[in-house]
């Protein structure tokens, strides 16, 4: 089920192979770490990636971050020898790319029943092709699911589609994937944004999928981590509303009342539950930074 402990704002995809890479981001900002063994790492690279990730989660501190490892695909070479090196240093979750249906998760998840160090490993999947978005939800509701990442790099090329700026050509994949997400409990979050120096176009892009329900973005690039940070982190004013919220409603019930009014608004017990949510995740991001 969703982790409510720990915040997902910003997800950064590290290729495996660049030690420099795996070294910094214990200092960087960064909610979780995508280690990647997948698209980020050529083909003669793979068991050097491998080994090198293997070894970073096991001697480097990365403190209270999100770590999941990106293995390859089971329809390539490398996938099982991944697994055998991943498997030991049992990340949080495993990052399984392309994922088309529950089979594909089912799969693995056999394979780490029959790891006891991974008994507390989780799988996210890769939702980035066509047929991956239309079995979202079977995907969402497979065993030890318990997040989804946006490949819209690879969706807008299987769809032949482009890349344009309000991103209409995803939007119905993005919002199915929410939907099948949240019908789980699973965090969702959104693909990544190529410019990395264009941190102004990150910020609307952000904001967009933070008003949809995203969780957060993958980034590709530490410049990125500060704007969507800052986008997904509620704001000054959304925690003094909750606490308004909250301190109305418990004041209209002393009074035997079921909703108050708040500013010409209602407030109900809905609105409450959101601003208990939010102050929660005040305190995820709070604790992760400390
Ligand atoms: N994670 C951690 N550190 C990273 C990083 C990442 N994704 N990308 C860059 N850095 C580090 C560099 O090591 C460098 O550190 P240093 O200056 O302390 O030595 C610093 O950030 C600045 O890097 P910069 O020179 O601006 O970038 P670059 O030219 O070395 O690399 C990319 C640019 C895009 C190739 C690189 O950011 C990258 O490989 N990103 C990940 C791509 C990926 O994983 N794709 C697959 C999923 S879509
Ligand atoms: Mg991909």
Redesign the pocket.
């Known amino acids: 089920m969703l982790d409510t402990a720990k915040p997902y704002r910003s997800v950064?995809?590290?290729?495996g192979s660049?030690e420099?890479?795996l070294e910094?981001?214990t200092t960087?900002a960064t909610d979780a770490i995508i280690f990647?063994l997948e698209?980020?790492v050529a083909a003669d690279e793979k068991a050097n990636a491998r080994a090198l990730v293997a070894a970073s989660l096991t001697s480097r501190d990365y403190g209270r971050r999100g770590l999941m490892v990106r293995i390859n695909g089971f329809d390539t070479p490398w996938a099982m020898d991944d697994l055998a090196a991943i498997c030991d240093v049992a990340p949080e979750a495993i990052l399984l790319p392309k994922v088309n249906a529950a089979s594909d998760i089912a799969r693995l998840a056999d394979i780490l029943d029959q790891r006891p160090a991974c008994a507390a490993t989780g799988i996210w999947a890769m939702m980035e092709t066509p047929m991956g978005i239309l079995n979202a939800a079977e995907i969402a509701a497979a065993p030890r699911m318990r997040g989804m990442v946006l490949g819209t790099?690879d969706l807008v090329k299987d769809l032949g589609a482009r890349h344009t700026e309000g991103r209409a050509e995803v939007m119905t994949s993005l919002s199915l994937c929410l939907l099948a997400a949240r019908a789980y409990g699973l965090v969702c979050v959104d693909g990544?944004y190529n410019k990395?120096q264009d941190t102004e176009t990150l910020r609307t892009l952000c904001e967009q999928a933070r008003d949809m329900g995203f969780d957060g973005k993958t980034l590709?690039?530490?410049a990125q981590i500060d704007v969507t940070n800052e986008v997904f982190a509620p704001s000054k004013a959304d925690i003094t509303l909750a606490n308004r919220q909250i301190a109305a409603f418990d004041e209209a019930e002393a009074k035997g009342l079921g909703i108050a009014v708040l500013d010409g608004n209602i407030v109900e017990n809905l609105h409450v539950a959101s601003a208990r949510k939010l102050l929660a995740k005040v305190e995820a991001i709070r604790a992760i930074a400390g």
Not at 12 to 15: D, G, N, R, S, V
Request: charged content about 25%.
């Open positions: 950064l995809y590290m290729p660049k420099r890479a910094k981001a960087l990647d698209d980020a790099n990544v990395f590709i690039h530490p």
